[in-house]
């Protein structure tokens, strides 16, 4: 990510050099290795947006407490808008020798106003200000992923509406266990992406505390208004009272609001990536319960046969880079000791990534299985395709429902144990047989237990299979039901 080309010279007129941006204490200049080591701008410009908010509203309350004249405001703001202009334009020019969005920003400013934006850096450092920065970003994308998240979750609603009757083999261990509806096997990923939904709402609330104020690490001499720089940038908890970082040393310092957030993505990039290998799976000739479009698969340079599950297979793949970003930033906290240590300028990369990788994949799984919508008819188009029959034939195969004959024996008055081994010995005579239980004459079955009538035939089939498991929860497809309403009700 980080550009290595050569540091761009400060184009003519006076743009504070790097050095000059703290003293002239030094005696030497950094050599341009340093100085590539050290620069974050090519990676941390994307901030631009939230430092330039950051700026705005520490200018304000600066003015409104007195601390710098009103012209020196105005001046600034007309600075920052001009610079959000050029920046939007792709005009601005960002410098390596500037080291930071921070500094190439209020360098830019300097030279547009003058000392009014000399002025703006009053009672700030840029590490209560980086750390604003990110947190703004942070929270900015935390509502975007939120919103991927729904779309995610809603699609898997859509195609479960449609599957409610289908019926395919459960598995443990990747045996073949109980039949369940599609329909219930897609929304046990609902569930996930949800709990996920609410982590994201639960980090967000930490993410939105106000380090500005913090300044280098003790606060600041100046008489700041922090809760008003703090209510300007909708820092705000649910009651709408300010969030602002209570310990200055704390402010700066801490990224645990990053870690957290990491750790969350990392636990949606998990949940994508179970659901990849069931698609994988699922798609593979010896199974083939679903196809997905061929936009999301490629093809063999060699074997002209193959199409690819590319898409599933990278998600999968990419949870290692998202949660190698969460070992990352967690290992770049711990050593460090109070307050701001530069080590903290490496959380914005693996953060930057992790965002990046996580909204494309919620995209891209959103619209691999609920389609998109064509423009025409205003229908969904192009999702998952389920092959009804080939998951049918699948859990007719496995004595699937081996369990349901067990327990109407138990109805019948059996001990579930006993019931248990009764079974046992139907589904082996059903396998030498190369037959389904459902399949044995009755007069078979009556043979491993007296008990058993002609109504048993309606507990081995699929249908009686799911109708059987009714309670909150179970794939009964009237469970089902109940449950894809309730999902329709809280994504709307
Ligand atoms: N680019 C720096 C970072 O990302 C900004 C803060 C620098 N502060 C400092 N004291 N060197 O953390």
Same mark, same amino acid.
């Given at each position: 990510m980080s550009d290595s080309s050569a540091p761009q010279q400060p184009s003519g007129d006076q743009l504070a050099t790097k050095s000059q941006a703290w003293s002239a204490l030094f005696s030497e200049p950094m050599s341009d290795l340093v100085k590539r080591y050290t620069a974050s701008v090519f990676f941390d410009k994307r901030l631009w947006q939230a430092d330039i908010a950051g700026s705005l509203a520490h200018a304000e309350m600066l003015a409104a407490q007195g601390i710098i004249a009103v012209a020196d405001h105005a001046a600034i703001t007309r600075g920052l808008a001009q610079i959000t202009q050029e920046i939007e334009s792709g005009a601005f020019e960002w410098q390596l020798d500037l080291e930071d969005v921070h500094l190439n920003i209020e360098a830019r400013l300097t030279?547009?106003?003058?000392?009014?934006?000399?002025? &703006? %850096? #009053?009672?700030?450092? $840029?590490?209560?200000?980086?750390?604003?920065?990110v947190r703004l970003w942070l929270r900015g994308e935390i509502d975007l992923i939120d919103g991927l998240l729904r779309e995610l979750q809603l699609a898997l609603v859509e195609v479960a509406e449609k599957n409610v009757e289908v019926i395919l083999p459960g598995f443990t261990h990747l045996q073949v266990a109980q039949p369940v509806s599609f329909a219930h096997h897609l929304l046990a990923?609902?569930?996930?992406?949800?709990?996920?939904?609410?982590?994201?709402?639960?980090?967000?609330?930490?993410?939105? !505390?106000?380090?500005?104020?913090?300044?280098?690490?003790?606060?600041? #001499?100046?008489?700041?208004?922090?809760?008003?720089?703090?209510?300007?940038?909708?820092?705000?908890? @649910?009651? *709408?009272r300010a969030c602002?970082?209570?310990?200055?040393?704390?402010? !700066? /310092?801490?990224?645990?609001? +990053?870690i957290e957030f990491s750790a969350a993505a990392s636990l949606v990039m998990v949940h994508v990536?179970? &659901?990849?290998?069931?698609?994988?799976?699922?798609? /593979?000739?010896?199974?083939?319960?679903?196809?997905?479009?061929? $936009?999301?698969? #490629?093809?063999?340079?060699?074997?002209?046969?193959?199409?690819?599950?590319?898409?599933?297979?990278?998600?999968?793949?990419?949870?290692? $880079?998202?949660? *190698? %970003?969460?070992?990352? &930033?967690?290992?770049?906290?711990?050593?460090?000791?109070? +307050?701001?240590?530069?080590?903290?300028?490496?959380?914005?990369?693996?953060?930057?990534?992790? !965002?990046? #990788?996580?909204?494309?994949?919620?995209?891209?799984?959103?619209?691999?299985?609920g389609g998109q919508v064509n423009p025409a008819t205003g229908a969904k188009e192009g999702g998952i395709t389920v092959n009804?029959?080939?998951?049918?034939?699948?859990? =007719?195969? *496995?004595? =699937?429902?081996?369990?349901?004959?067990?327990?109407?024996?138990?109805?019948? *008055?059996?001990?579930? $144990?006993? +019931? %248990? @081994?009764?079974?046992? %010995?139907?589904?082996? +005579?059903?396998?030498?047989?190369g037959v389904d239980l459902s399949e044995l004459p009755l007069a078979t079955l009556q043979g491993f237990h007296p008990a058993i009538g002609a109504d048993v035939f309606e507990v081995l089939s699929l249908e009686g299979s799911l109708n059987a498991r009714n309670t909150l929860g179970g794939t009964a497809p009237a469970q089902v039901r109940a449950q894809i309403a309730r999902q329709r009700a809280r994504l709307v």
């Open positions: 030279q547009l106003v003058g000392d009014a934006g000399k002025r &703006l %850096h #009053t009672g700030r450092s $840029r590490n209560d200000q980086v750390a604003t920065d990923y609902v569930e996930m992406f949800a709990r996920d939904g609410q982590r994201m709402q639960d980090v967000r609330r930490r993410v939105n !505390v106000l380090p500005l104020g913090s300044a280098a690490l003790a606060g600041t #001499t100046y008489a700041l208004d922090r809760e008003r720089v703090a209510r300007t940038l909708g820092m705000v908890d @649910e009651q *709408g602002v970082c209570q310990n200055s040393l704390d402010g !700066v /310092s801490d990224r645990d609001f +990053a990536s179970r &659901l990849s290998e069931e698609l994988i799976v699922w798609m /593979s000739q010896n199974f083939g319960f679903i196809r997905i479009a061929d $936009r999301f698969t #490629t093809g063999s340079s060699i074997m002209p046969q193959k199409k690819n599950p590319d898409v599933p297979e990278l998600a999968r793949g990419k949870t290692g $880079r998202v949660v *190698g %970003h969460l070992m990352g &930033l967690i290992t770049l906290m711990k050593g460090q000791p109070l +307050a701001y240590n530069k080590d903290n300028q490496e959380d914005k990369e693996p953060l930057f990534d992790t !965002v990046d #990788t996580l909204k494309d994949t919620l995209r891209i799984f959103a619209e691999m299985i009804a029959q080939a998951m049918r034939a699948a859990a =007719a195969r *496995g004595y =699937a429902t081996a369990t349901d004959l067990a327990d109407y024996l138990v109805k019948k *008055g059996l001990p579930f $144990r006993d +019931a %248990h @081994e009764t079974v046992a %010995h139907a589904v082996r +005579a059903a396998q030498a047989e």
